[in-house]
C-alpha cells in the first residue's frame, strides 16, 4: 500500500541520489577497511532511514511494507554492508517492540531507535540454536524486579555497535520447546554483557557480526516485552515474516546492481570485433537474469501488498526470501561469468557482490527452512479445506 505517491516519489529521489553520490563511490573503501564512515552512518540518520518502519508519533517515517521494500529496491543497488547498518533497527532489532512491546516500552525505546540514538540488534541464534530457534540454551531466571540471563549468542549483526538488544532466552526450564522462550529488551550497556572479536566473514565487509555473551545480566522485568513469559518465540516468528518480505527486497535491489554493471560491461567489451552483447549465449545469461529478477520484484511487491492488507503471509514471506535470495546469487553467478577474468578480479566489484550475496541465503532462516514453511502450510491448509 501506497499512502501518498508523492511524498514516497520524494524519498525515493532522495536514496537514489544518496546511493549515486555517497555509497557507491565509498563501496572500495568500507570493503578495504571493513568500516562504514561515520559520516554515511549520520547521513542516514539525517535520511531518516533507521526509523523507515516505526510509527510517525515515534519519529519514524512510519512506512508500509509496500513503501518499504520499494525503498529497499532503491538502497541496496550498492555494498549490502549499507543496508546492514539499519537493518537490524528498522527490522528485527525493533519490531518486536512494535508488534508486541507495551505502550511504555514502545515510548521509552522506539523514538531513540527511529532517530538512530541506539542502534538495535536481534539475539536470538546460538552455538546451537540457529534454524531450531526453539531449541536455545540462553536463560533468563526471575529474581525479585528483576530477570537474570545468562548464555551465548552468535552471529548477531550489529552487536558491537548495539545500544539495546531484543533478546529471546528460556524462562521456563521445564518447558524445552518454544513455550518456553521469552523476549527481553536488554540495554548493550548492562553489567555482564561482553563480546567476542568481529567474525571475518566470506564478504559483506563493514557489516560487523560477533559473539555476545550474557553472564548474570540482569534485566528489568519491566523489559519483558509485553510482560508475558512464553511468547518471545510467537514474536520472533512475527518479526521474521516481515524480515523475509525485507531480505527479499534486498535481494532484489542488489541484483539491479549486478545486471546494471555486467550488461554495461556487455555493452563495452568487445571480442572478434563486437560488442559481447552480440553474442546469443551472453544475450541468454542477460535474459535469464532480467526474467528472473522481474519474477522475484513482482512476488515481493505482491506479499508485501497482502501484509499491508492485514493477510497471513507466512507462506508468502517464505517464497518471496526462498526465491529472490537464490535468485541473486544466480544472477551474480552469471555476472562473473559474462564479466569472465574481469568478473574474478576486485576492481571490477562483481566477485564482491558475488560474496556479499551467498549470505542472504543463510540467514532470516535458511533456503531449506523455507522450504519446509511453505510445504508445510501447504499441507496443513490442504487438511483444513
Known sequence: MIRDQETLEALLDSVRRFVRERLVPAENEVAE?????????????????????????????????????????????????????????????????????????????????????????????EPEAGSDAASLRTTATKDGDHYVVNGNKRFITNAPHAGMFTLMARTDAANKGAGGVSAFIVDAKSPGISFGKND???????AHTCDVFFDNVRVPAANLIGLKEGQGFKTAMKVLDKGRIHIAAVSVGVAQRILRDALAYALDRKQFGQPICEFQLVQAMLADSQAELYAAECMVIDAARRRDAGQNVSTEASCCKMFATEMVGRVADRAVQILGGSGYLSEFGIERFYRDVRLFRL???????????????????????
Open 200 to 206: 571475518v566473514k566470506m564478504g559483506q565487509k563493514g
Open 33 to 125: 577497511t571493513d568500516e562504514i564512515p561515520e559520516a554515511i552512518v549520520q547521513e542516514m540518520r539525517d535520511l531518516g532511514l533507521f526509523g523507515m518502519t516505526i510509527p510517525e508519533h515515534f519519529g519514524g517515517l512510519e512506512l508500509t511494507m509496500e513503501e518499504e521494500v520499494r525503498v529497499l529496491f532503491e538502497l541496496c543497488q550498492t555494498s549490502p554492508a549499507f543496508r546492514s547498518v539499519i537493518g537490524t533497527t528498522v527490522g528485527i532489532g525493533s519490531q518486536g517492540i512494535l508488534m508486541d512491546g507495551t505502550p511504555e516500552q514502545q515510548a521509552a525505546w522506539l523514538p531513540k531507535l527511529a532517530t538512530g540514538e541506539i542502534m538495535a540488534s536481534f539475539a536470538l541464534t
Open 363 to 385: 540467514y532470516e532462516g535458511t533456503t531449506q527452512i523455507q522450504q519446509i514453511i511453505i510445504a508445510r502450510n501447504m499441507i496443513r491448509e490442504a487438511r483444513n479445506a
